[in-house]
């Protein structure tokens, strides 16, 4: 069965070039000109993955998304946007995007980026029935600490005996990066890189990581051996020290 994907886009050109190709990929794919129209398609009909411009007339990307959030909870976002700022990568680092493009992204780039939004969709789903059938980017992956803190990386699960905390997508992400590494030190454009799918400089890069890394580490309070693994390395990025 072809995937629906709904291109949201004010500009006809951007409109018409994203639907055609990932027509050419194989998916089923609607487009609309505006934000409101956007809304008014994801509330009538299943809609796997949408694609929606950050600025656009009336209703932007930004309204658009936290709309989706509510009605379609299970429909993987990519924020598109000419104006790379770190005002608006911030603000969708707190709604659920799966990524966040700079336009024009190249066809390859798009293709990449939808391919890894269903299939973490498909994930997403299976796992809330039971049965998991993983990605690449979503390899089950357990790992033990010596203080009975397990990390589930493939369900983003951390247990210690009636403890429980689950991440978002982009923790996950972050979390897998670090503590399949232990030892490297990623800067913060590395792991926005890693973690959301963009690239940025490095100036703005810790601005657009805290928040994440915040959350994350808020999470961890209950697991002190993982909390206290994930280091800070002032002025670069962080690393995972291994348990020795």
Request: charge should be neutral.
């Amino acid at each position: 069965m072809k995937s629906n994907i709904l291109v949201v886009d004010d500009e006809p050109v951007a409109r018409q070039s994203l639907s055609e190709i990932l027509r050419l990929e194989g998916y089923s794919v609607n487009s609309v000109p505006n934000g409101q129209a956007a809304v008014e398609y994801v509330r009538t009909h299943p809609v796997e993955l949408i694609i929606v411009d950050l600025r656009m007339p009336g209703m932007d990307g930004l309204e658009v998304i936290q709309v989706v959030n509510q009605v379609s909870p299970e429909t993987e976002v990519i924020l598109l946007t000419a104006f790379g700022t770190t005002e608006s990568a911030i603000q969708a680092l707190r709604l659920r995007v799966h990524d966040y493009l700079l336009k024009p992204a190249p066809p390859t780039q798009v293709v990449n980026s939808v391919k890894k939004g269903l299939a973490r969709r498909e994930v997403r789903l299976k796992a809330r029935g039971g049965s998991v059938t993983a990605d690449v980017d979503d390899m089950v992956s357990e790992i033990s600490l010596k203080d009975g803190t397990t990390i589930d990386l493939s369900r983003r699960l951390i247990r210690k005996k009636d403890q429980l905390v689950h991440l978002t997508p982009a923790e996950g992400r972050l979390l897998r990066v670090l503590v399949e590494n232990p030892g490297r030190v990623y800067s913060h454009r590395e792991l926005v890189l890693l973690v959301q799918g963009y690239d940025t400089s490095q100036r703005e890069a810790p601005e657009i990581l805290r928040p994440l890394v915040s959350r994350l580490r808020h999470k961890l309070e209950d697991f002190p051996s993982l909390s206290e693994s994930i280091v800070s390395v002032r002025g670069t990025g962080y690393l995972y020290e291994q348990e020795t």
